[in-house]
């Protein structure tokens, strides 16, 4: 799993911390509902790991910074955790 530029991953209702549902993520400080995870990003493409560790408790701030970021500003692209290859049809 990894994240592409974060512009269409919601930091709240998107399921991209992999051992984190958003439902059981809990900031430390409040995060608009729409905020995405491009706000959590630098000018550089690597994680803003001030802003991470300022939102979040220190282990869901290590896994987030842990996750890897496309170096070539590529979009985000959604995939389903329960098939071999993350994607979802009506048989799976």
């Known amino acids: 799993m990894g994240i592409g530029n974060g512009e269409n991953v919601c930091i709240l209702s998107d399921h991209w ?15 608009p509902v729409n905020a995405k995870v491009k706000c959590l990003i630098d000018d550089s493409g690597s994680w803003n790991a001030e802003t991470v560790r300022a939102f ?3 282990d869901i701030a290590s896994e987030i910074l842990s996750i890897p970021i496309s170096k070539n500003g590529e ?7 329960f098939t071999k290859y993350g994607e979802y049809t009506v048989r799976s």
């Not at 549902?21 to 400080?29: A, N, R």
């Open 56 to 58: 979040f408790r220190d």
């Open 75 to 81: 979009g985000d692209l959604a995939c389903w955790p």
């Open 17 to 31: 911390i992999p051992s984190t549902p958003p439902q059981l993520l809990h900031p430390i400080l409040p995060i």
